[in-house]
């Protein structure tokens, strides 16, 4: 029986191998399929950022070409402004009639306030009401006979959009009453 067992252990062997040569070949067949797919991949995932990069690009030229537009259109609202504006001196230097000179200049401001209540921009109300840091840009503060944060004075009105501050206003701001020895003793010196 030895015999027999020691010639059916060299078949066994082999077959061991031929099997073993047949995983090595599938594993190798599944290594291959695998790289290939990892390749598909990364060729996908390329071509993925590519064309994100490029849709990147093409929006940056489409926002800078709407603002193009838009300014383009905000230009054409204020382009009669212009226009007589430059008609008025021409007219004024041609005939030095200052009353009509004056006369055209306020119909333009007319006429531009009115295209600035158009686009929902209203001044902020700033001489007397209180200071507001979201409103107000306080240039100076100064003691006065007003109560503490009034606003003395307006150095350039500010304007908001539709509840949005566009430029805030420049103030001078009360610090209140100035305080002397008598207040603080009592009128007693």
Do not use: C, W
Not at 47 to 71: G, H, P, T
Request: hydrophobic residues 30%; glycine residues 4%; aromatic residues 6%.
């Amino acid at each position: 029986m030895t015999d027999e067992k020691k010639l059916n252990d060299k078949p066994d062997k082999k077959e061991e191998e031929k099997v073993e040569s047949q995983e090595k070949e599938n594993q190798d067949e599944l290594l291959a399929k695998k790289d290939e797919e990892i390749r598909s991949y990364i060729d996908r995932l390329k071509r993925l950022q590519a064309e994100f990069e490029n849709y990147k690009k093409r929006v940056l030229r489409d926002m800078a070409s709407l603002e193009e537009r838009i300014s383009d259109r905000e230009i054409l609202d204020f382009l009669p402004l212009y226009d007589n504006l430059e008609r008025a001196f021409a007219s004024y230097s041609g005939n030095n009639d200052a009353q009509s000179f004056i006369e055209g200049v306020e119909r333009i401001f007319a006429q531009f306030d009115q295209i600035l209540k158009q686009k929902g921009i209203t001044p902020i109300e700033a001489e007397g009401a209180l200071f507001d840091p979201a409103l107000h840009e306080a240039l100076l503060s100064v003691e006065s006979e007003k109560e503490r944060n009034v606003i003395l004075e307006e150095f350039e009105r500010g304007y908001m959009r539709h509840g949005r501050v566009l430029r805030p206003s420049k103030v001078k701001v009360s610090k209140g009453k100035t305080e002397t020895k008598e207040d603080e003793n009592g009128g007693e010196d």
